[in-house]
C-alpha cells in the first residue's frame, strides 16, 4: 500500500516562503514522475508543479511559474515544493502524486497566505 504523506504547510503573510514536504512509502517513487496540485477552497484539484523521475525535467503552472520550485530525493523517497513570494491566490491544500494520479491521496497540507 502506497502512502503519500505531504507537510510543511502553514499560515505565512504575502510575500513569504514555506517549502512544502512529500514523503512517500510502499512504494520506491525513482522510476515514477511525481506532480504537485493544489485545490483551493470552492475550486477543483489543479496541477500545480511537475518533475520527472531522475529530476532533470520540470514545469509548473503558469499562476507560479518563477516563484515555485520542484524537487526530489530519490534516496529519501520524498518530492519537496519550494514556495516564494506567496500570494493569498495560493491558499490552498497541497497534495502530491503521480501525474496520472496512481496512487490514492494522502491527506494533503494547508497553506494558508494572509494579505
Known amino acids: 500500500q502506497v502512502q503519500l504523506v505531504e507537510s510543511g504547510g502553514g499560515l505565512v503573510q504575502a510575500g513569504g516562503p514555506l517549502r512544502l514536504s512529500c514523503a512517500v512509502s510502499?512504494?520506491?517513487?525513482?522510476?515514477?514522475?511525481m506532480n504537485w496540485f493544489r485545490r483551493a477552497p470552492g475550486k477543483s484539484r489543479e496541477f500545480v508543479a511537475f518533475?520527472?523521475?531522475?529530476?532533470?525535467?520540470?514545469s509548473y503552472a503558469d499562476s507560479v511559474k518563477g516563484r515555485f520550485t520542484i524537487s526530489r530525493d530519490n534516496a529519501k523517497n520524498a518530492v519537496y515544493l519550494q514556495m516564494n513570494s506567496l500570494e493569498p491566490e495560493d491558499t490552498a491544500v497541497y497534495y502530491c502524486?503521480?501525474?496520472?494520479?496512481?496512487?490514492?491521496w494522502g491527506q494533503g497540507t494547508q497553506v494558508t497566505v494572509s494579505s
Open positions: 510502499g512504494r520506491t517513487i525513482s522510476n515514477y514522475a
Open positions: 518533475i520527472s523521475s531522475s529530476g532533470s525535467t520540470a
Open positions: 502524486n503521480t501525474p496520472r494520479s496512481q496512487f490514492s
